[in-house]
């Protein structure tokens, strides 16, 4: 069983580009969580998607960033128009139902954006 | 909101020693806590968590910890550190139903002298 797949691993983006970065779930689970984790900081909650729908942004940045997870296919965490503040690195988690935190979260590799 | 505190930002610790890693939430209610490792370059692993139950909690890799409420802590323990054990240790709290994610301290460093 695969774990938490998220690509690219590393991206480098100049400012003013956007940013995609994917995230496959583990198998059989339909709930994923978005975290970013700047140099130096332990990792800061952004946002928590299940298929087809947002239930929680309130760790977003109101400006540039958004997230989905369709039906089919990898969640998606676009930054538009990157700045330097936007280096990090982002982790995806996810967990089989989102019942609870009695649910462990599963974290991927994370992909580490530079932004020049 | 809850928060976390991880007042130790580097540990240095002699391989075959006992560690152990402090952690301090604010939650008003009985938080969910976890502890996750993180070696350079890698992902969160979950080294054990707590939601109700004995106080003491058994984790991966020979880790324990106990959930104190009277000091709202959560330290990590380990008797005997391996040089491997050498990585970023995170701790987190969540505020139950599912929608809040996780909350993580800063984390700490662990070094492992040999």
């Known amino acids: 069983n695969a774990g938490v797949m998220q690509n690219p691993r590393h991206l480098v983006r100049r400012r003013g580009q956007e940013a995609r970065l994917r995230c496959s779930p583990m198998?059989?689970?339909?709930?994923v969580y978005w975290y970013r984790q700047l140099p130096e900081e332990g990792l800061k909650f952004m946002v928590y998607?299940?298929?087809?729908?947002?239930?929680?942004e309130s760790g977003m940045p109101k400006e540039r960033f958004s997230a989905e997870f369709p039906k089919e296919g990898p969640s998606i965490l676009r930054i538009q128009q990157v700045v330097r503040g936007d280096s990090a690195a982002y982790f995806c988690?996810?967990?089989?139902?989102?019942?609870?935190?009695?649910?462990?979260?599963?974290f991927g590799p994370g992909t580490r954006l530079l932004v020049l | 909101a809850q928060s976390v505190t991880q007042p130790d930002i580097h540990i240095t610790v002699s391989e075959g020693a006992s560690l152990e890693l402090r952690c301090n939430y604010s939650?008003?209610?009985?938080?969910?806590l976890f502890w996750y490792v993180q070696s350079p370059g890698q992902g969160l692993q979950l080294l054990l968590k707590?939601?109700?139950?004995?106080?003491l909690v058994q984790g991966i890799k020979g880790f324990e910890a106990e959930f104190k409420r009277s000091q709202s802590s959560f330290n990590l323990r380990k008797p005997s550190v391996h040089w491997s054990d050498a990585a970023e240790y995170f701790c987190?709290?969540?505020?139950?139903?599912?929608?809040?994610?996780?909350?993580f301290g800063k984390g700490t460093h662990l070094i492992i002298q040999p």
């Open positions: 988690a996810s967990s089989p139902s989102g019942a609870g935190l009695q649910e462990t979260q599963y």
């Open positions: 198998k059989g689970h339909s709930h």
């Open positions: 998607l299940q298929k087809e729908n947002i239930i929680d």
């Open positions: 939650y008003g209610a009985t938080p969910y």
């Open positions: 707590y939601f109700s139950g004995d106080t």
């Open positions: 987190a709290v969540g505020a139950g139903g599912g929608a809040d994610g996780l909350t």
